[in-house]
């Protein structure tokens, strides 16, 4: 059974940093592009980050990009989202997701990774705050 489990989120006071983690079982982790989407009160779920397969490439939501930092360990089946700078509208659940289609760009090449099966984390909450 395909099962994705995040780490504890936390309060954060603006400015702070933290890095949360998904654990990943029951499927065969290097052939999924993973993803950390997040959803706060009254929004949509959108997309923060996304890494292939491999590990290679990675693209960011243009309100993260510089701040947070996505990576895998796939001798670990395990996603990570770095977020450092945190602002209060970080606030939010944040999701794991392997298999949704991403896009990413090196120079003029771009292209897109995806798997046929989707699976997504419970979802962890992190509070910006001071």
């Known amino acids: 059974q395909a099962q994705l489990v995040e780490s504890e989120g936390g309060l954060v006071q603006p400015g702070g940093s933290l890095t949360v983690s998904c654990a990943a079982s029951?499927?065969?982790?290097?052939?999924?592009?993973m993803s950390w989407y997040r959803q706060s009160p009254g929004k949509e779920r959108e997309l923060v980050a996304g890494?292939?397969?491999?590990?290679?490439?990675?693209t960011y939501a243009d309100a993260v990009k510089g701040r947070f930092t996505i990576s895998r360990d796939n001798a670990k089946n395990s996603v990570y989202l770095q977020m450092t700078d945190l602002k209060r509208d970080d606030t939010a659940v944040y999701y794991c997701?392997?298999?949704?289609?991403?896009?990413?760009?090196?120079?003029?090449?771009?292209?897109?990774?995806?798997?046929?099966?989707?699976?997504w984390g419970q979802g962890t909450q992190v509070t910006v705050s001071s």
């Open positions: 997701n392997a298999g949704a289609k991403i896009t990413v760009s090196s120079g003029d090449f771009q292209f897109t990774q995806s798997h046929e099966s989707e699976y």
């Open positions: 890494i292939s397969k491999e590990g290679g490439y990675s």
């Open positions: 029951g499927f065969d982790f290097k052939n999924y592009p």
